[in-house]
């Protein structure tokens, strides 16, 4: 893929983000291949990229939005994502985010507790109108097994725990303007293995039936993102394994007649398809190591800061066939600002470009103007 970026170096002063449309393309084609003939919804994750150009390209072919803030709403409005097409999720909804999603007629909210639940109901009163929701349910899902897990256990903020699910299904169901929609999950990011989606599948088996039993049927079950991504091998896995994923629930869910399944997948849309561009500053040596210092940091893109991620490193400019070993750096005064440690490069010098592939997704929605830097730049290929 890096070839790609090779092939389209641009006059624009680095850092800046560089994006494959055409592997977007491919790969939400992907998905609608995999969901075809199913009744499954796909809604794109906004936060993992709202570039304007990204989101009018994902508009484009038809899928939802899932949001987490009032100004992502407006966003995926001007993008032009259908209201009826959008979730709205989210811990700490303020009462005006409430009031844009309820004025721009989203199809749903993603309820997360009892006392938001309650403002939406006052605030829809207010409005004359009634609205959608769906109750988050954290399943208590084994962090233990599946490090990578981290909304949906007992100890996090997400969601209603299942003690109080039948409590809280009542309450909505009292709540003059609101439509209980169904149930939604997220269980956590980057998860690279099946079985938990497996063990959530059996989780909303199980609630399906629990509810029927109640004489309480829903409309739909989100399903929530998660599903991760290469990062070690990003050519040669572009695309994410969208086949075995939606397997698991088109084999594992007992869906009801009329009943569809929503899905909200931000990381596996838009990883890929983006790198971060930068320069070599200096090539640097201490008594101990060599250090690439390169122009972007933790700034453009924060996830090696943040969660000692790890993205691949691709020297566009060597020509050199004799590698050496370097900590790669950004210029950031934090010691956390940090690319990679012992990374293995062709001879680096000072002004060769490097790509960090794999970094579409929670690199340019993470940006920030700490130090005073600018915020990077995008660039795309068609
Ligand atoms: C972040 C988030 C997603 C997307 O997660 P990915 O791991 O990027 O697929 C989906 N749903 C909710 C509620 C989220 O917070």
Do not use: W
Not at 4 to 9: V, W, Y
Not at 38 to 58: D, S, T
Not at 61 to 70: F, I, N, P, Q, R
Not at 213 to 239: H, K, S, W
């Amino acid at each position: 893929m890096y070839h790609n970026f090779l092939d389209n170096i641009v006059d624009l002063s680095t850092p800046y983000y560089c994006y494959d449309l055409s592997l977007l393309r491919n790969t939400i084609g992907n998905i609608q291949k995999e969901i075809s003939g199913f009744p499954f919804v796909v809604h794109y994750a906004v936060k993992a990229n709202g570039n304007p150009r990204i989101l009018e390209e994902i508009s484009k072919t038809g899928l939802g939005a899932d949001l987490v803030s009032g100004n992502e709403i407006l966003a995926a409005l001007k993008a032009g994502f259908a209201p009826g097409m959008m979730a709205f999720a989210g811990v700490g909804k303020t009462d005006s985010e409430i009031e844009i999603a309820i004025d721009n007629d989203i199809y749903c909210f993603n309820v997360e507790s009892e006392p938001e639940m309650e403002v939406i109901n006052e605030i829809a009163g207010l409005k004359g109108k009634k609205v959608g929701i769906a109750i988050r349910v954290n399943p208590d899902i084994d962090a233990h097994t599946h490090r990578y897990i981290t909304t949906g256990t007992v100890a996090d903020k997400f969601g209603i725990d299942l003690p109080m699910l039948d409590e809280v299904v009542d309450q909505a169901l009292r709540l003059p303007n609101l439509h209980l929609r169904g149930l939604h999950f997220h269980i956590g990011s980057q998860i690279t293995t099946l079985e938990p989606f497996k063990m959530l599948c059996e989780k909303i088996n199980f609630l399906i039936e629990h509810f029927e039993d109640r004489c309480i049927t829903f409309e739909m079950i989100d399903a929530g993102g998660g599903l991760g991504v290469d990062y070690n091998n990003p050519e040669a896995n572009q695309i994410a394994p969208f086949h075995d994923f939606f397997q698991v629930f088109k084999d594992g869910i007992k869906l009801r007649p009329g009943q569809k399944v929503h899905f909200e997948l931000g990381r596996s849309i838009v990883a890929q398809c983006g790198a971060l561009i930068s320069k070599v500053v200096f090539v640097k040596e201490n008594s101990a190591k060599k250090f690439v210092v390169l122009d972007a940091g933790m700034t453009h893109l924060l996830r090696p800061a943040l969660y000692n991620a790890h993205h691949k490193i691709v020297n566009l400019t060597s020509q050199e066939s004799e590698h050496d070993t370097y900590d790669v750096v950004g210029p950031i005064c934090e010691s956390s600002d940090v690319f990679a440690h012992d990374e293995i490069l062709p001879i680096t010098r000072r002004g060769d470009l490097i790509a960090i592939l794999s970094a579409g997704a929670y690199g340019e929605s993470m940006a920030s103007t700490y130090n005073m830097r600018s915020l990077p730049q995008s660039h795309f290929i068609e």
